[in-house]
Structure formats: structure tokens, C-alpha cells
């Protein structure tokens, strides 16, 4: 059923290693988002993007980053994992010619650094 | 800050029964609302969504109602199943200027939605 695609779907690392959380749709949506979810808190936006080469950062300060180098792909990067960085990484898309289009999420990646 | 916010955490309700959540939001330029449910290990899913210009939408077994004055929105689910359980979170987007939005979401922090048989 889901067209946005996120792995892994668990990640356990240790601190100060790089990780690289994948996210890929099909729906040929121009703009995708990153959100951070801790366990039954609110999501808060840490990345998102217009298309291709367009990157920008969300509500909540991240030390993460981002890149979109094809309109189908919207990796995030931890340079140096930390603790503080634990928690569940949600990818989204939506239409950008739709004013006002929901958001279609993946199904996270839960990152535990230990 | 603007908010949105949830007015009750939990909601336990008996199969069949009509379920109605509830959520507050603070910023009255907020012109879209939409409504995700979260199931455990999974990313939020569209429920249903209502625009400004509109007090009630209804979908399959879902109502949102919109109230622009007191700045409140609710779910109302018809005839609540075991499989309704869920988080549920209500979120506002707010268009700028040029009237585009870049799909910003401001989320509230979530009611579980218990169902019991």
C-alpha cells in the first residue's frame, strides 16, 4: 500500500558513527519533508524540500542534513550519531501543485544510538 | 508559539459506539486541518482533511467539524471498530502569502483512541 519507502526500519549504532537514513517515493512528488517523532509525542519538522536541489530546515533545530539530488530520493545524514539523537525519523511527500495536499508518510526508521 | 493541541490524551470507547476527538488550535490565519491516524510502528495515515472555507466534511465513517470562532476541530468516528485504535493527530497548515503552502504541518500532541470489544 505505501508508495514512500524508509529503511532500515531499525537502526541500533554506536556514538560518533555516520548513518544515512533512506527515504524513496513513486509518486513522483516534488516535495518531501523529514520529520522527528519521540514515543507518543507530536512530529516535529527537521527538514524539507521543494524538488530537486532544494533544501531547507524545518521548525526543529537538527544536526542532521539532507540532500535531493533526484525528485524520487530524500536521504538524511547523521555525520557523528549521539544519544541525544534517538528517536523515530519519519519521511513524507506531497504534490506540489496541489494547494494544500496531506502529507503521505512512510513508516519510519527508529534509530536508537548507544 | 502557535499550537495545536489536543484537549484529551486518552479515549476508551466499546465497539460500535461513535468515538469524537477533539483539538484546539491557536493560530486563527491557519487555513487547512487534517486529520492522521498512527498505529503502532507505522507512519501517520490521511484520515481526512478540511479547509477553512468549510465547517463539516464527512468521509467514510468520519465526520470533521470546524469551528473558526472558538478555533476547534473534531473527529468524529461512526460505529468505532477494534481497528480504529490508534494515536490520532489533529494538524494545521497555514498558507503564506502568496497563498502556496509548502505543506508545513504543525501537529498536537495525539489522543490514543482505545477500542474495546
Known amino acids: 500500500e505505501a508508495d514512500i519507502y524508509q529503511t532500515p526500519r531499525y537502526l541500533v549504532i554506536g556514538t560518533g558513527k555516520k548513518i544515512t537514513l533512506e527515504c524513496s517515493q513513486t509518486?513522483?512528488?516534488?516535495?518531501m519533508y523529514w520529520y522527528q517523532q519521540d514515543p507518543g509525542m507530536e512530529l516535529h519538522l527537521i527538514h524539507y524540500?521543494?524538488?530537486?536541489?532544494?533544501?531547507e530546515k524545518g521548525d526543529l533545530s537538527s544536526e542532521s542534513t539532507v540532500s535531493r539530488i533526484r525528485t524520487e530520493h530524500f536521504p538524511l545524514t547523521l555525520e557523528s550519531a549521539r544519544p541525544s539523537h534517538t528517536s523515530q525519523y519519519l519521511c513524507?511527500?506531497?504534490?506540489?501543485?496541489?494547494?494544500?495536499?496531506?502529507?503521505?508518510f512512510g513508516n519510519g526508521t527508529r534509530l536508537t544510538v548507544t | 508559539g502557535e499550537s495545536v493541541g489536543l484537549h484529551l490524551p486518552t479515549l476508551s470507547v466499546q465497539e460500535g459506539d461513535n468515538s469524537i476527538i477533539n483539538c484546539a488550535y491557536s493560530?486563527?490565519?491557519?487555513?487547512?486541518f487534517i486529520w492522521y491516524k498512527q498505529e503502532s510502528g507505522k507512519g501517520p495515515q490521511f484520515i481526512i482533511d478540511?479547509?477553512?472555507?468549510?465547517d463539516k466534511r464527512q468521509g467514510q465513517r468520519v465526520t470533521v467539524l470546524l469551528n473558526k470562532t472558538v478555533k476547534h476541530l473534531s473527529l468524529q468516528i461512526a460505529a468505532t471498530q477494534p481497528g480504529d485504535s490508534a494515536v490520532y493527530f489533529c494538524?494545521?497548515?497555514?498558507?503564506?502569502?502568496?497563498?502556496?503552502?509548502?505543506?508545513?504541518?504543525?501537529f498536537g500532541q495525539g489522543t490514543i483512541l482505545t477500542v474495546h470489544p
Open positions: 513524507a511527500s506531497s504534490a506540489f501543485k496541489e494547494f494544500n495536499s496531506p502529507l503521505h
Open positions: 509518486m513522483g512528488h516534488d516535495k
Open positions: 524540500s521543494y524538488g530537486v536541489n532544494s533544501t
Open positions: 493560530n486563527s490565519a491557519s487555513d487547512y
Open positions: 478540511i479547509r477553512s472555507n468549510m
Open positions: 494538524a494545521e497548515v497555514t498558507s503564506n502569502a502568496g497563498g502556496t503552502s509548502y505543506g508545513k504541518l504543525t
